[in-house]
């Protein structure tokens, strides 16, 4: 059942089954193959992020010396992005409330020991679409707070297969990823998401946007 944390960010518990999470693996696996992942890097300084990243869709989310923006192609291969995958697109039908398609699927790779810290997804030119995430392989401890920086946060646990909504007044809420948790640390072992490309004990999520409004053509940068 879904579980309201705050006003418009909404948990969806084991929204994909094992089932679906192997397929969506294997999925995210092919679109990782055309568009092999990169570590961004933060605007002016060049400080690397510890997570790396690809995207599929129309639009890719990209962080370099020059900015945040989205682009239609990979920064190092020049390549447009991969379709996204049937499955999110899905999730996006089934839980978005939103009429439009989403344009960027941004997907983070999060090896054991990683971490992002709290942010705003403010880069979209429609924020009235909100961000949807899938979570696959570890679980992770996922830190959320309000409009503000210094607002009070709490945390919950992300599990693979969990979807998580932020829209409404929660559209840009602070929010990050604390640290991956062990296996240990919970009932059941941690899925090895993407063999290959994460260790085992990774873990991967799939962030949906909105980027451009309504009626504005896809494939230009926002």
């Known amino acids: 059942m879904p579980v309201e944390l705050a006003p418009g960010l909404i948990h969806h518990p084991g929204r994909l089954d094992a089932a ?3 397929r969506l693996a ?43 923006r989205y682009q239609p192609h990979h920064p190092e ?10 499955a999110v697109l899905e999730a996006w039908e089934d839980l978005s409330g939103h009429t439009a398609p989403p ?24 924020l009235s679409a909100p961000v949807l995430s899938l979570s696959l392989g570890a679980p992770a401890l996922f830190r959320y707070g309000g ?44 899925e090895d998401p993407l063999p290959g490309i994460l260790p085992a004990g990774g873990r991967c999520n799939l962030t949906l946007r909105r980027v451009t409004q309504p009626g504005a053509v896809s494939g230009v940068q926002a």
């Open 20 to 22: 679906a999470r192997r």
């Open 77 to 86: 291969t020049g390549a447009p992005w991969p379709a996204m995958p049937a």
């Open 147 to 190: 409009l503000r920086r210094s607002d009070p946060t709490r945390s919950i646990r992300l599990m693979a297969g969990d979807a998580l909504v932020m829209g409404g007044p929660s559209r840009l809420i602070h929010h990050g990823v604390d640290r991956i948790l062990p296996a240990g640390d919970l009932l059941g072992a941690a």
């Open 26 to 68: 294997a999925d995210v696996a092919a679109v990782l193959a055309a568009a092999p992942p990169v570590t961004p890097r933060m605007p002016r300084t060049g400080k690397p992020f510890s997570v790396r990243m690809s995207n599929c869709g129309p639009l890719g989310w990209v962080s370099d010396r020059d900015g945040y």
């Open 103 to 126: 344009e960027a699927c941004l997907i983070n790779l999060y090896a054991p020991g990683t971490r992002m810290g709290l942010h705003q997804d403010r880069d979209e030119a429609d």
